[in-house]
Every structure is written in C-alpha cells, then in structure tokens.
C-alpha cells in the first residue's frame, strides 16, 4: 500500500471561491512542517506518505492559503531538510513551523489509497458484507482496515478494489473471532 493522508483543505468563504474549489481535485496531507533548519529558509518536514516524490524540485504542495515550490530536498535523520521558494530566512522557514502539507492524489491504478478505502463497503469473495472501511490502522506486517463492527482485516487479503467497494479474501474465522 502506499499510504496517503487524510482529505485535507479549506473551502473560500465566497460563492465564487466555493465553485472554483468544488471543481479542484481533493486535497491529502503529505506532510508537516516540524521547524526550521539553518538561517536560509530550510524547513524539517515530516512526511506522512511514503511517496517520497512528493519532495522532488518542482514539486507544488499547498498550505491550504498558498502554494509551495520545492526548490531543494534531501533526507535527513528520518525527515527531509525542504527549501521552498520565497522562503529565504528563518523567520519565514519558522512561520510555515506545524503547517500542513496538502497535494492532490497521484495517479496509481495499481496503489491502495487511504482516502480511497475509507467509507469503502468490505465484502468477501462470495459478496457476503463485511462492514465499511472506517480507518486504517498501521501494523508491521500489513497494514489493516478497521471495520465499523469492529473488525480488522489486514490488506494482504484485499484481492480488488473499486470505487466504495473492496473484495477480500480472509482466512476462515479470522472475522469471526473480532465480532
């Protein structure tokens, strides 16, 4: 699975503003700015997504209130050190300090997306209802779908996925002993 964050974005308060965003594609958390990095606007930033292209120069990520270029990027300790343009001091690296990252989804037909899975109806391979996604949960060994009953199927038994429904193939009992 390559995960990605929850929807995320503000609509505009105007009616024009409202139409204009209600066209754009949704908005996910990549990522979030931890603090600043140096005296030349670098930012730390934590991503969310093990999409790590999401870092490339030239990349854009929005705030939710404006755009960001990556200029520069580069791992470090776990995290990216990120230059962005316009932001060329420390004080304006630590103004964009805790700001949520947003991108728009990549296109991925053979990916699972978190915000692709979530509300999606969980059936067997026979078509018996199984509950609807409510979140993920991260798990070492395969992530795992949490089911509105209860229930946790980890995603090595999805075997398809279509808009709003999944198809699974559990081992037999595994839901059972959960309810």
């Given amino acids: 699975m390559a995960p990605e964050g929850?929807?995320?974005?503000?609509r505009g308060?105007?009616?024009?503003s409202d139409r204009q965003t209600a066209r754009q594609e949704p908005r996910l958390e990549v990522g979030r700015v931890a603090k600043p990095h140096g005296l030349r606007g670098e930012v730390i930033v934590q991503l969310v997504t093990n999409r790590t292209e999401r870092l490339n120069p030239g990349s854009r990520l929005?705030?939710?209130?404006?755009?960001?270029?990556?200029?520069?990027?580069?791992?470090?300790?776990?995290r990216y050190i990120v230059?962005?343009?316009?932001?060329?001091n420390r004080e304006a690296a630590d103004a964009l300090r805790g700001t949520v990252l947003?991108?728009?989804?990549?296109?991925?037909?053979?990916?699972?997306?978190?915000?692709?899975?979530?509300?999606?109806q969980v059936v067997d391979q026979s078509g018996c209802r199984l509950g609807q996604?409510?979140?993920l949960q991260a798990n070492p060994a395969s992530d795992l779908l949490v089911l509105d009953g209860g229930g946790l199927v980890p995603l090595c038994f999805v075997v398809?996925?279509?808009?709003?429904r999944v198809v699974v193939d559990p081992p037999a009992g595994l839901l059972d002993a959960q309810a």
């Fill in 6 to 10: 929850q929807p995320g974005g503000q």
């Fill in 102 to 120: 947003l991108a728009p989804p990549l296109a991925d037909p053979d990916a699972l997306w978190a915000h692709e899975l979530v509300g999606a």
């Fill in 83 to 88: 230059a962005f343009a316009g932001v060329g």
């Fill in 160 to 164: 398809e996925h279509t808009a709003g």
């Fill in 133 to 135: 996604v409510i979140s």
């Fill in 62 to 78: 929005s705030t939710g209130h404006r755009e960001l270029e990556v200029l520069t990027s580069s791992a470090h300790q776990g």
């Fill in 13 to 16: 308060g105007q009616e024009s």
